[in-house]
Nanobody, 119 residues
Framework: QVQLVESGGGSVQAGGSLRLSCVASGYAFSVGWFRQAPGKAREGVAVVYSVDGGTNVADSVKGRFTISRDNAKNTVYLQMDSLKTDDTGTYYC???????????????WGQGTQVTVSS
């Protein structure tokens, strides 16, 4: 069982930055960030792996978002720069004991944190 707690969401103007944090209570090989805008399907944003710190980032956020992991703190971060209004949504942290990609389903999910980007 892995419990996940997200933080760091908020409101920001387009072009601004936010950093999301996800604290995990247990071990997970894969930790990812997903988002869902109202009326839209959930979208995988980024994933990081515990073994080598390898990452995978969705094309829609590549070059603007960075995922990182601090194993000592059991925390995964999503640094979001150059935010756009299209980035608005609820962001969820997810974890899985196996290898999972941004298009896969994860076993454990957090409650989500709201990100609102205004023009």
């Amino acid at each position: 069982q892995v419990q996940l707690v997200e933080s760091g969401g908020g409101s920001v103007q387009a072009g601004g930055s936010l950093r999301l944090s996800c604290v995990a209570s247990g071990y997970a090989f894969s930790v990812g960030w997903f988002r869902q805008a109202p009326g839209k399907a959930r979208e995988g944003v980024a994933v990081v792996y515990s073994v080598d710190g390898g990452t995978n980032v969705a094309d829609s956020v590549k070059g603007r978002f960075t995922i990182s992991r601090d194993n000592a703190k059991n925390t995964v971060y999503l640094q979001m720069d150059s935010l756009k209004t299209d980035d608005t949504g609820t962001y969820y942290c997810a974890a899985d004991p196996k290898i999972r990609g941004i298009f896969d389903d994860f076993r454990y999910w957090g409650q989500g944190t709201q990100v609102t980007v205004s023009s």
